[in-house]
């Protein structure tokens, strides 16, 4: 890992992470659905044992991005993207402070 703050490893870990999950347990339209599948803030609250209900707040606040970014970070998507994808933007928001789902 990078060395660099901990928001940004944060991140990276969280990248990391979609790197891996297999794409049934990933859908970014749902912070937890009847299936197990998460979106990155469910999955973000859940790894970090965040409780439930779903909280953006407390997800933004790991990831150390504003309001603005986590609305376009966890915001529901209709392409449906895949692990990799929401592993690519995590990477790029990282690196630029940008979120592209593009």
Not at 76 to 82: E, L, S
């Amino acid at each position: 890992m990078l060395n660099t703050d901990k928001t940004t490893q944060n991140i990276l870990k969280m990248a990391e992470f979609f790197e891996n999950l297999p794409p049934e347990k990933y859908n970014q339209n749902d912070f937890l659905d009847g299936h197990g599948r998460r979106c990155i803030c469910g999955w973000v609250n859940f790894k970090t044992s965040h409780p439930l209900p779903a909280d953006r707040f407390h997800a933004a606040d790991y990831l150390g991005i504003s309001i603005d970014q986590s609305l376009a970070l966890f915001g529901a998507r209709r392409d449906d993207p895949t692990p990799k994808q929401a592993a690519r933007v995590l990477r790029h928001l990282a690196v630029t402070g940008e979120v592209n789902w593009g």
